[in-house]
């Protein structure tokens, strides 16, 4: 079966989400996800920064 054509049974193709994998659920999992990966991120860079400032001034 290529991409552009129909399934001959999509009775059989149909799959349904579970709990937390849709919704307002997952839409505050992916909020919290973002919001600690801006947080890492900045932790990181400030640390790469201190080191390049502290190899710099020696």
Do not use: D, H
Request: charged share 20%; net charge positive.
């Amino acid at each position: 079966m290529g991409w552009w054509q129909r399934s001959k049974n999509r009775e059989a193709q149909r799959f349904y989400l579970l709990p937390g994998m849709g919704g307002r659920a997952m839409r505050k999992k992916r909020w919290q996800m973002l919001r600690w990966s801006i947080a890492a991120g900045l932790l990181v860079s400030a640390m790469v920064g201190c080191l390049l400032y502290i190899l710099g001034s020696l």
